[in-house]
């Protein structure tokens, strides 16, 4: 799935038999998709896996009806309610995993470096895909 349609993941498939893997380049600091000369910026790879993983863990599953219920990450349902930090922190590590595993090109998800600052929450997100590992903040 892809917040762009024309840059899909495939259905299914071994890993070996997985194209190289493209999709819009994200400005991870703004959240918008970056733009030049009017077109998506586009990257392969690494990079491609990075951008849909980021868009994966920020949009709300279930929320939008262009979406698959596959796409999306649950963690808002964590807001709100009074669990202790140790359940919240093993939440929205499973929410990050269900999130991100459904992409082929992923093959595993770490949580780590998880704080509480007042009421937000940060964590650090890595995992490793078939080109390599990688990390971003939420």
């Known amino acids: 799935m892809s917040l762009f349609p024309l840059f899909s993941l495939p259905a299914s498939g071994a890993a070996e038999r997985l194209p190289l ?3 819009v380049a994200m ?5 918008t998709p970056r733009w030049e000369s009017g077109n998506p910026v586009l990257v392969t790879g690494l990079e491609a896996v990075k951008s849909w993983a980021w868009r994966a863990v920020a949009t709300a599953r279930y929320r939008w009806p262009i979406f698959d219920w596959s796409y999306g990450c649950e963690l808002e349902d964590l807001v709100g309610h009074p669990y202790q930090q140790d359940t919240k922190r093993s939440e929205a590590a499973r929410y990050i ?5 459904v992409c082929p090109y992923i ?5 780590t470096g998880t704080t509480f600052s007042g ?3 940060h964590m650090t997100v890595a995992f490793s895909t078939v080109y390599g590992r990688e990390e971003f903040y939420v």
Do not use: C, H, I
């Not at 400005?27 to 959240?31: C, K, L, N, R, T």
């Open 21 to 23: 893997y493209t999709d």
């Open 107 to 111: 093959k595993s998800v770490n949580v």
């Open 27 to 31: 400005d991870y600091d703004a959240g």
């Open 119 to 121: 009421s937000v929450f």
């Open 97 to 101: 995993q269900d999130a991100l595993l």
